[in-house]
Nanobody
Framework: VQLQASGGGLVQAGGSLRLSCAAS????????IGWFRQAPGKERELVADISWSSGSTYYAESVKGRFTISRDNAKNTVYLQMNSLKPEDTAVYYC????????????WGQGTQVTVSS
């Protein structure tokens, strides 16, 4: 199982970024793919996730209306479109996967840094 995250960078407040998570080595139909973030001194938090089979989504309250998670079946890739970025969105973002009937995410990609300047 491999998850490869990319797309982070430096952006001004109000700007946008799109993160990508390319998955390989497993059958995605049985999984949920999530984006987490961890800022310095803070706990890691789930930002959004998506069921690969049904497309159902979850968003943390802090990003609702600004972030959109989506998937591309042909590319085995999950995207996180982040709009109206705020300095408090600054964090290392990770993608992760879990079987849809299990509560814990147990496959993790490397992080990608997102920095939002004010």
């Amino acid at each position: 199982v491999q998850l490869q995250a990319s797309g982070g960078g430096l952006v001004q407040a109000g700007g946008s970024l799109r993160l990508s998570c390319a998955a390989s080595g497993f059958t995605l139909d049985y999984y949920r793919i999530g984006w987490f973030r961890q800022a310095p001194g803070k706990e890691r938090e789930l930002v959004a996730d998506i069921s690969w089979s049904s497309g159902s989504t979850y968003y943390a309250e802090s990003v609702k209306g600004r972030f959109t998670i989506s998937r591309d079946n042909a590319k085995n890739t999950v995207y996180l479109q982040m709009n109206s970025l705020k300095p408090e969105d600054t964090a290392v973002y990770y993608c992760a996967a879990r079987l849809r009937y299990r509560p814990e995410y147990d496959h993790w990609g490397q992080g990608t840094q997102v920095t939002v300047s004010s």
